[in-house]
């Protein structure tokens, strides 16, 4: 049987990329993916080879056209951002697989890479060092009363909440709403990171205040950006690189200090 791999890209700096990942690329006939995330990857590893490419919303057509690959005998790599089991393409490729009665012809493999909330947490410090929650604001697929419920528990149970698709030029109430929810819950001064194109070009990471997400604010967060919401224990940390944030996970309570 031929094999259908969902790896992975991770943040999408090229040194951050899984082995694993590169290994499949390396041996694969057809890679099929999003054209801006196969953008992201060195031109070598797609060299000779049959491409795939789709655009935004696509995700059904494009899954398919690497199953339908795979099936016909070439070893194929699905592309997907961050994790693929985490908001990414490994669920669809599971289901479709499923629904058209390809697991018996295919090896479905999964290959893991940095997801983005660990990406922008290691650029904002240390922020999901305690229970943490990720929730994606994109009501394409999930009920808006959905999300709403999650987002109100989430902060409720005081979790560190890391928000994915926050905002798009034709979404752009849903993170007020959001926040408006996540401050009945925190305090003004609750440290929120802001993370947009992590580890590639023109990255931005900025460390705010809750009470500081106002409109202006709001304006500058987009599809490429991640938010982390600390909880009521999160706090700032200066460093020479500027504000960051952390959430202790109670060793000092513990054990003190010990310097």
């Known amino acids: 049987m031929a094999r259908l ?26 890679v099929a993916g999003y054209g801006t995330y196969l953008d992201l990857l060195e031109p070598e590893l797609l060299a000779g080879k049959e491409i795939i490419e789709s655009g935004m919303m696509r995700e ?9 690959a795979t099936r016909a005998g070439k070893d194929t790599v699905l592309v997907s951002s961050g994790d693929p089991g985490v908001y990414g393409m490994a669920g669809l490729a599971w289901e479709l697989a499923e ?61 560190v909440l ?9 979404r752009d109430w849903q993170l007020p709403r959001a926040l408006d929810l996540i401050r009945r819950h925190r305090g003004p001064q609750t440290p929120v990171g802001h993370v947009r194109n992590g580890y590639r070009q023109d990255q931005l990471v900025d460390v705010i205040a809750l009470d500081g997400m106002d409109g ?11 938010l982390i919401v600390g909880n009521n224990a999160t706090r700032f940390v200066s460093a020479p690189g ?9 060793y000092m309570d513990k054990y003190g200090k010990k310097c």
């Open 242 to 250: 500027g504000r960051r944030m952390l959430t202790p996970r109670g």
């Open 5 to 30: 791999t969902i790896m992975g890209l991770g943040p999408g700096e090229a040194a951050l990329l899984a082995p694993m990942a590169r290994q499949a690329l390396e041996s694969a006939r057809v």
């Open 99 to 159: 629904e058209c009665g390809a697991l018996t012809d295919i090896d479905l493999s999964v290959v893991p890479g940095i997801p983005a909330l660990c990406a922008a947490a290691a650029l904002l410090g240390a922020p999901l060092m305690h229970d943490f929650a990720s929730v994606s604001l994109s009501d394409l697929l999930t009920p808006w009363e959905v999300i709403e419920r999650r987002v109100e528990l989430a902060a409720q149970a005081d979790f």
């Open 162 to 170: 890391a928000i994915y698709n926050p905002r798009s030029k034709r």
């Open 216 to 226: 202006a604010y709001i304006e500058r967060v987009d599809m490429l950006s991640l």
């Open 60 to 68: 059904m057509q494009r899954v398919q056209a690497a199953i339908d």
